[in-house]
C-alpha cells in the first residue's frame, strides 16, 4: 500500500514538468515531507473546459482519500487511499473513475515500513523507510479521482464540491520489494498522456499502461521513527539513521 509519501516541489515546477495550467489561484499547498490521508495533494488531470469545452490539463488540489460520487459521508475516503491496480477497473466504488477520471500524484517518494521484533529489551516496534528514484526525479503515481458533494449539504441548499482521489498500487519490485509487497504504481513518461485522456475509455487499453511498476530505479534508506506521526514534517525525515538505535 502507500499510507504515506514526500511532495515538496513547487507548484509552478511540477506545472512544467507535466504540461499542465498552474492551480487555481485559491489553492495553495505547502511541501510537505509526510502527506498523510486526508490531506489535500497535488494531482494533474485533464477535464473539458466548462466555457469552451476545450481538454485542458491541470494541477489542483484533491483530497487524498476517494469518495464515489453515491457516497453518504466524506469519511469513506478515510479507507479509500488506495486501490489495487489489479481489480480497480472492476470494482463499483473506482471503476467509474478508472474509464474516465484518471490522474497523476506528484511525489518525491514514499514511506513503507517492516515490523522489527522485540530484542534486548527493546519492544517491537515499526521501521520507516525512505523509498526513492535513485536519480531524484519526481514519481508520478497513477490515480484516479471522483467529485463528491455532501447530500446533506446540498438538501441544506450549499453546493460546495470536494474533489477526491486514490492512488494505485502494485506489487512491489526493486528496493521497494524488500521493505513491503506493495507499492505505488508510476506511470511511464510515454503513456501520460494517454492515460490522463478522459477520451480513452476501454479498460484493456487503460489497463495496458499500467505494466511498469516503476520507471526508474529505486532506492530505500531507514529513517527516524519520528515519521509514524502524521504530525510530524520537516526535511529532516529523510534523514538516514542508524536501524540499531532508531526507536
Not at 475516503?77 to 480497480?88: C, D, L, P, Q, V
Request: with cysteine.
Amino acid at each position: 500500500m502507500c499510507g504515506r509519501y514526500v511532495s515538496t516541489r513547487k507548484p509552478e515546477d511540477l506545472g512544467a514538468l507535466f504540461r499542465a495550467d498552474p492551480p487555481p489561484p485559491d489553492q495553495a499547498l505547502p511541501p510537505s515531507w509526510n502527506v498523510a490521508p486526508t490531506q489535500d495533494v497535488w494531482a494533474v488531470l485533464e477535464r473539458a473546459d466548462r466555457s469552451t469545452g476545450e481538454i485542458r490539463r491541470t494541477l489542483r488540489a484533491a483530497r487524498w482519500g476517494l469518495v464515489p460520487s453515491w457516497a453518504k459521508d466524506l469519511s469513506v475516503g478515510n479507507k479509500m487511499i488506495n486501490a489495487r491496480a489489479e481489480t480497480a477497473h472492476e470494482k463499483p466504488a473506482y471503476r467509474r473513475a478508472f474509464a474516465a477520471r484518471r490522474c497523476l500524484v506528484p511525489a518525491d517518494g514514499f514511506y513503507e515500513w517492516t515490523a522489527v521484533p522485540a530484542r534486548d529489551g527493546r519492544k517491537a516496534y515499526k521501521q520507516p523507510y525512505f523509498i526513492h528514484p535513485d536519480d531524484g526525479r519526481v514519481m508520478a503515481f497513477a490515480g484516479l479521482y471522483e467529485f463528491w458533494r455532501d447530500p446533506k449539504a446540498e438538501d441544506a441548499g450549499s453546493a460546495e464540491w470536494w474533489t477526491t482521489c486514490t492512488i494505485l498500487t502494485t506489487e512491489a519490485t526493486d528496493a521497494a520489494g524488500r521493505v513491503h509487497p506493495r507499492m505505488p504504481l508510476t506511470v511511464a513518461p510515454g503513456d501520460v498522456d494517454a492515460w490522463l485522456d478522459p477520451a480513452l475509455d476501454d479498460p484493456d487499453e487503460i489497463r495496458s499502461l499500467l505494466a511498469d511498476p516503476a520507471a526508474r530505479a529505486l532506492d530505500a534508506r531507514p529513517v527516524s521513527t519520528e515519521v509514524n506521526r502524521p504530525s510530524a514534517n520537516g526535511a529532516h525525515l529523510l534523514d538516514a539513521v542508524d536501524t540499531d538505535t532508531d526507536a
